[in-house]
């Protein structure tokens, strides 16, 4: 199941990458999020009706606007944004580095333990970075396919 997510999160990414650049030449960024965000939600509304309500208090509120506003509205928004002026491979593979910093992040300020796996993912993460940045001329010399002599 890890795998399929895996795959089903990369071909998310790509397509939130790829497809807004067409949309973002003729609209403002925070329009074409706002009605992404919109549409989202109203898809969501069903899925999220069936589930119980907790008890609202100031501190969830809080967390969940916070979460909300910075979490996911603002880190989407400049995300889009940097397609403006930057590639989508070169933002796609400063994308890459999420994991790796939240990662750091929660071993120094939250106390979260870091082992072995944690290790093997981040080696696994700067690799695939790495890979990307190979020129496809490069990588051409690596492919086991044989070439015709002339």
């Not at 119980?52 to 509205?73: E, L, N, S």
């Not at 890459?96 to 080696?123: D, H, K, Q």
Request: net charge positive; aromatic share 14%.
């Amino acid at each position: 199941m890890g795998a399929i997510w895996g795959v089903l999160s990369g071909l998310g990414a790509a397509f939130y990458t790829l497809l807004p650049r067409k949309l973002l030449k003729e609209y403002d960024t925070k329009l074409a999020i706002g009605w992404a965000m919109l549409f989202a939600g109203i898809v969501m509304l069903p899925g999220s009706l069936s589930l119980a309500t907790p008890k609202i208090t100031v501190p969830v509120f809080a967390a969940i606007f916070y979460v909300t506003v910075f979490g996911t509205m603002l880190a989407y928004l400049f995300y889009v944004a940097s397609l403006n002026y930057l590639s989508p491979a070169t933002t796609g593979m400063l994308g890459v580095f999420e994991p790796l910093t939240a990662t750091l992040i929660g071993v120094a300020f939250l106390g979260t333990r870091f082992g072995v796996p944690e290790i093997f993912g981040i080696c696994l993460i700067l690799a695939t970075t790495f890979l990307q940045t190979i020129p496809t001329e490069k990588l051409a010399r690596f492919s086991h396919k044989p070439t015709i002599l002339k």
